[in-house]
């Protein structure tokens, strides 16, 4: 199972960006998709999640500017950025919380995308 993602890149503050990420392999069925970013020396956080049926959760930091969405007969998860600020520079990570053909559960991560929100 991979998590490929797409879309980072180098943005003015007040623009817009939009992350793209999608699972190959075989996988059964994917319940939790979402988004991390992490800046070094920090953490990784949370940015949003979305589950199977569509239910969405953000964190404080970017309720109102970001959007995430999937498309779950394609495995693929989506984050569109708005108003984007300084501090969202970061390296954005995709995950998903999936079964593969055998049932066998994987926490996977993609690779990472660069945002850099700079003038």
């Known amino acids: 199972v991979q998590l490929q993602a797409s879309g980072g890149g180098l943005v003015q503050p007040g623009g817009s960006l939009r992350l793209s990420c999608a699972a190959s392999g075989s996988i059964f069925s994917i319940n939790l998709m979402g988004w991390y970013r992490q800046t070094p020396g920090k953490q990784r956080e949370l940015v949003a999640t979305i589950t199977s049926t569509g239910r969405t959760n953000y964190a404080d930091s970017v309720k109102g500017r970001f959007t995430i969405s999937r498309h779950n007969n394609k495995n693929t998860v989506f984050l569109q950025m708005s108003s984007l600020k300084s501090e969202d520079t970061a390296v954005y990570y995709c995950?998903?919380?999936?079964?593969?053909?055998?049932?066998?559960?994987?926490?996977?991560w993609g690779q990472g995308a660069e945002v850099t929100v700079s003038s």
């Open positions: 995950n998903a919380d999936l079964r593969d053909r055998w049932l066998a559960r994987h926490d996977s």
